[in-house]
């Protein structure tokens, strides 16, 4: 089994920060990428940053020179620093882990998802 566990949102004003961050735990065999998905209500899910093996990141257009995606690989942890939020960035913000992982006595390539929290930007 694997385990995300999310925290860090929140309501802020138009222009505020907020940190998000995400524990990965479990039967990890090796993490290629971590990211932060958003869901806004009646919308699509769409990307808000990745963040791969090898250091290179990925973000969504909305959220380029505004969101800063980070990792902690010793700790399994991915960080989402946001900063001049907008309302439209209103959305509940999903952790996500790619890579390879135990599924009792095999090895399989898995993608997995937190619960999700929520991140409400309004004065």
């Known amino acids: 089994q694997v385990q995300l566990v999310e925290s860090g949102g929140g309501l802020v004003q138009p222009g505020g920060s907020l940190r998000l961050s995400c524990v990965v735990s479990g039967s990890i065999v090796s993490i290629n990428a971590m990211g932060w998905y958003r869901q806004a209500p009646g919308k699509h899910r769409e990307l808000g940053a990745d963040?791969?093996?090898?250091?290179?990141?990925k973000y969504g257009d909305s959220v380029k020179g505004r969101f800063t995606i980070s990792r902690d690989n010793a700790k399994n942890t991915v960080y989402l620093q946001m900063n001049s939020l907008k309302p439209e960035d209103t959305a509940v913000y999903y952790c996500?882990?790619?890579?390879?992982?135990?599924?009792?006595?095999?090895?399989?390539?898995?993608?997995?998802w937190g619960q999700g929290t929520q991140v409400t930007v309004s004065s």
């Open positions: 996500n882990v790619r890579g390879t992982f135990y599924n009792g006595p095999y090895v399989s390539e898995g993608n997995f």
């Open positions: 963040i791969f093996m090898d250091g290179s990141t």
